[in-house]
Nanobody
Framework: QVQLVESGGDLVQPGGSLRLSCAAS????????MGWYRQAPGKQRELVAL???????NYADSVKGRFTISRDNAKNTVYLQMNRLEPEDTAVYYC?????????????WGQGTQVTVSS
């Protein structure tokens, strides 16, 4: 079992920055892929960024150059540094862990943290 707890969401002005954190606990494997998704009201959940154990990253086109995902494996924590935030970034941001357990794919989610970009 895995527990994911997000933090760092806040109200921020356009052009501002936030750093989200996701602390993972429980049955965490070093090879697990971790990422951030977001969901705005009335929209589907979308991938924002992911990071592998080796540090390979992938970003949604809408956040490339503005967001940076990183992980601290010793702390089982993943971060999302968000710069030059735009109103379109307003959403609930969810931490995700994806991996394999006993030959089966597993997918865990945090409860989400609200990011609101507004003047």
């Amino acid at each position: 079992q895995v527990q994911l707890v997000e933090s760092g969401g806040d109200l921020v002005q356009p052009g501002g920055s936030l750093r989200l954190s996701c602390a993972a606990s429980g049955n965490i494997f070093s090879l697990d892929v971790m990422g951030w998704y977001r969901q705005a009201p009335g929209k589907q959940r979308e991938l924002v960024a992911l990071i592998t154990n080796t540090g390979f990253t992938n970003y949604a086109d809408s956040v490339k150059g503005r967001f940076t995902i990183s992980r601290d494996n010793a702390k089982n924590t993943v971060y999302l540094q968000m710069n030059r935030l735009e109103p379109e970034d307003t959403a609930v941001y969810y931490c995700n862990l994806n991996g394999m357990r006993w030959g089966k794919a597993v997918d865990y989610w945090g409860q989400g943290t609200q990011v609101t970009v507004s003047s």
